[in-house]
């Protein structure tokens, strides 16, 4: 154990009770931790102010001059202690204390030079600093901190118990004094000459105790790379262990499943994006190790025709298959149009839901022990344990992002081998995001969407247009096409959700009366089966008007309607805007989506709805969002905190994760054991890591 593991408590003048606050408060536990833990921001201590340089908006400054005058002046309320300071030029400030009064009065030293630090404040045109922060100018000049000041996080337990940036820069520098000679290397020569990085020494000193923004800079980038460059790493290796190590199914043959179904019952012509990522898939579950791949594409883009047709590969070699959906009516969705298809060529298909009867599902069962049953398709009842498969060879996962990674290994314990793993995802997530996420797994997809489609036409409207909206409602469905109303999910109250949509659901039956009108509704307080009923209502054309919350969100695919307004379109985060929309534009018609707000809106909810209404490029929408949300949010709270970078910012450093993912593929390639001793360095860190959690947090 080199000595930098050593507990905090031990560092001198740090003891049991200030260890425990730095671990519970910073998690800061050894003295790896405390050089690891970084200031997050610095003021400027290169520059000596004048008095008469102060402006309104200077913030912090530092002066150098002499206390010529020190006095009480009484108060109603309590007394301050003022002190006249004089600067060079002989231009005079007020220091004000409102507590503290004695230790000041009895330590300040009049007419000697002192460096003050701290805020200033203007009043009637006068300039004060109350509580300075002092210095003699003789010690100041003795002190290393002279260039930029290094501030940390802190928090209310910390200051209560003195545990000031002072304190802990103080801590750092003995840190440094008593054990910097046992920081070592972490990277590379070849990377560090490569990219012409500082030392981990350097930076690590310079990221505490910056002389100048050059060289602080430099620390960051070299810190930042490391960060991000260790989470590649690992991300690498657990797909080069992955694939030498988790052996799966090989499916060698295309036999008469996919070939017959290709070239008699195929109902389009398959998009280039389409073809390319069926090979992709193929070749993966051709080889002996397990798939795990990844799926994007926009939503309409025909991710379901590219699992169907996968699927039958599985088919084809004597496998099972199984596809899951977040939802109930999106995993009927799927059953419906991939029943047709199985029906087609003989292959059998069955649904899962949380409302199979009993009766149903031992039939089900027993299908599926015996071999009989080829596909399942299903929600989350497709994991109970009761499931068993004779032989499932491929799961897919629609819509990734509802899932947790945790339901995601579950799959794998259904049979001998792992089946092999597709999870798609109608949620783009930025490029940069996705390699930090999913780095472990390979990544096709369609950018390309079917042809013949009409770029969906986004409107923003306030609420007040309302008359406006609704008669372009009856001249679509006058047209023979059908609309959706959505109305915002309230997520903390079911009870105010339903009220919202019922309101919503009983004014439009009010302007579109029966029996000109017939309107279907669907929400989270139905049982499945009439959702299921006012779904098919709604998909076979029997209702124009489909009124519901964003329960139809995910997946749904009902080609005839072309309008979809989105109710309050200000309480939605723009992903799922984005999906929303992607309901409409599925048939050859014109597409509508309406955005309804209200005057109100938030610079974020305007910077959404303008993006809405400018783009329908999903990856471009995932792009905004990102820069809105953060990392975070985006990904849901299933993954939030998944990415808890120290020092890298998921959004702002793309390139240095883009250099960061290209080095560790490249150490990866030529050395995935990480034996040559030029890599010693790396393996070190590699295993401090993953012995030491805390160092990062991020290591999956
Ligand atoms: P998503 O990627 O959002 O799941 P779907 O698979 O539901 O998209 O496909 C959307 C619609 O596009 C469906 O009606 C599907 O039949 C149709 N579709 C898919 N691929 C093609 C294609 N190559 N040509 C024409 N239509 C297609
Ligand atoms: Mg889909």
Known sequence: ????????????????????????????????????????????????????????????????GKVIQLQEI????????????????????ELIWFRGHKWVQENI???????????????????????????????????????????????????????????????????????????????????????????????????HFPKNQEILARAQ??????????????????????????????FENLAEYFHGFYENHLPFSLTNAQKRVIREIRKDLGSNAQMNRLLQGDVGSGKTIV???????????????????????????????????????????????????????RVIHEALESGEMHILVGTHA????????????????????????KQRSKLWHKNELPPHILVMTATPIPRTLAMSLYGDLDISMIDELPPGRKPIKTLHKFDSNRLGIQGFIKTEIKKGRQVYVVFPLIEESEALDYKNLMEGYESLSRD??????????VHGQMSAADKEYEMQRFASGKTNIMVATTVIEVGVNVPNASVMIIESAERFGLSQLHQLRGRVGRGAEQSYCILVTSHKLSNDSK???????????????????????????????????????RIADIVKDGATLQIARTQALKVIDIDPELEYPANAPIRNTLEQLQRFKNIWSYIS
């Open 307 to 361: 699992a169907f047709l996968t699927m039958l590969i599985a088919l084809d070699n004597g496998f099972q298959a199984c596809l899951m959906a977040p939802t109930e009516i999106l995993a009927t969705q799927h059953y419906q149009g991939l029943k047709e298809f199985c029906d087609k060529i003989g292959a059998n298909i069955a649904l899962l839901t949380g409302s199979t009867t009993t009766k149903e599902r």
């Open 74 to 93: 009484k108060q109603k309320r309590g007394s301050r202690l003022v002190a006249t300071f004089q600067d060079a030029q002989g231009s005079v400030m």
């Open 607 to 645: 910077i959404r709805m303008e993006t809405m209404v400018a783009t329908n490029d999903g990856f471009k929408i995932a792009e905004v969002d990102l820069k809105l949300r953060g990392p975070g949010d985006l990904m849901g709270t299933q993954q939030s905190g998944v990415l808890n970078l």
């Open 512 to 521: 579109f009366p029966m029996p000109e009108y017939q309107i279907s509704v």
């Open 382 to 405: 497709l994991l109970e344990d009761k499931v068993k498969f004779s032989n499932l060879g491929y799961a897919i996962i629609d819509e990734q992002h509802r899932f947790g990674v």
């Open 109 to 207: 030293k009049r007419n000697t030079l002192y460096v003050i630090f701290g805020k200033i404040n203007w009043f009637n045109g006068k300039v004060s600093m109350p509580h300075p922060d002092m210095e003699l100018l003789t010690e100041h000049q003795k002190k290393i901190n002279t260039g930029l000041q290094a501030i940390y996080p802190s928090t209310e337990k910390l200051s209560k118990a003195k545990i000031s940036n002072k304190w802990i820069s103080g801590l750092m520098e003995l840190l440094f004094k008593l054990y910097g000679k046992h920081i070592t290397e972490s990277l590379s020569n070849s990377i560090i000459e490569d990219l012409q990085l500082i030392s981990k020494k350097a930076a690590l000193w310079y990221i």
């Open 221 to 250: 980038q070299r810190l930042k790379f490391e960060e991000l460059f260790y989470i590649q790493l690992q991300l690498a290796r657990k797909k080069v262990l992955r694939q030498a190590k988790i052996k799966g199914y090989p």
């Open 1 to 64: 154990m080199s000595s930098l593991q050593t507990p905090i408590e031990y560092l001198k003048g740090v003891g049991p009770h200030r260890a425990a606050l730095l671990k519970s408060e910073l998690g800061i536990h050894t003295y790896q931790d405390l050089l690891h833990f970084f200031p997050n921001r610095y003021l400027d201590r290169t520059k000596y102010y004048q008095v008469s340089e102060l402006r309104a908006e200077s913030a912090e400054v530092q002066i150098i």
